[in-house]
């Protein structure tokens, strides 16, 4: 098996027991709150959530996975790994909604991945997004996938050859 996916796997293996805690609680929470305020929950909407959540894990390893390579031409990278989670919590709306960045800012965000791995999913089960623009994104996110796998599997083969063992 190719590192890449023992990679994948071993991630994926790790936040099935995440994503299943997370939609019990999600689920419980979801409960609660239609039964004391009243507001409806659509079936269509929530499993549209769980395939993004899903899909926006995915989305987020890739970009991880093509910020490691960076130990192929670094020595020290983990400041590189800090600069960037900051960057991509800031970027996905993780801090805080991506509207207050402004219009002109937000339109260059949905050229990115970010948003599609928090902020998408999160405005898709608060219902901001229309269907339609659910159906959009999920495409948008697999599009995305696709691309930083094969940005990704490109770094890696590249760093590869350069690569030289430090130490011992």
């Not at 994503?19 to 409960?31: C, D, E, F, N, W």
């Not at 269509?44 to 192929?72: E, H, K, P």
């Not at 260059?108 to 991945?113: S, T």
């Not at 697999?142 to 430090?166: E, Q």
């Amino acid at each position: 098996i190719g590192y890449y996916q023992y990679r994948i796997s071993s991630f994926l293996g790790g936040k099935a027991a995440q994503l299943i805690m997370l939609g019990i609680i999600v689920a419980v929470l979801l409960g609660l709150i239609s039964h004391f305020l009243g507001l409806q929950i659509i079936p269509v909407r929530v499993l549209a959530f769980a395939v993004s959540c899903i899909l926006g894990s995915v989305v987020n390893y890739c970009i991880v996975f093509c910020v490691s390579t960076t130990a192929f031409w670094f020595n020290e990278v983990w400041g590189i790994f800090v600069a960037v989670g900051l960057a991509v919590n800031l970027l996905s709306g993780g801090v805080f909604p991506l509207e207050v960045f402004g219009e002109t800012l937000l339109k260059i965000f949905k050229f990115l991945p970010f948003q599609y791995t928090i902020s998408f999913p999160v405005n898709i089960i608060n219902g901001k997004i229309a269907m339609d623009n659910i159906y959009q994104g999920i495409v948008i996110q697999l599009v995305w996938i696709v691309v930083l796998t094969f940005v990704s599997r490109f770094l890696w083969r590249v760093g590869a050859r350069k690569y030289i063992a430090i130490g011992g």
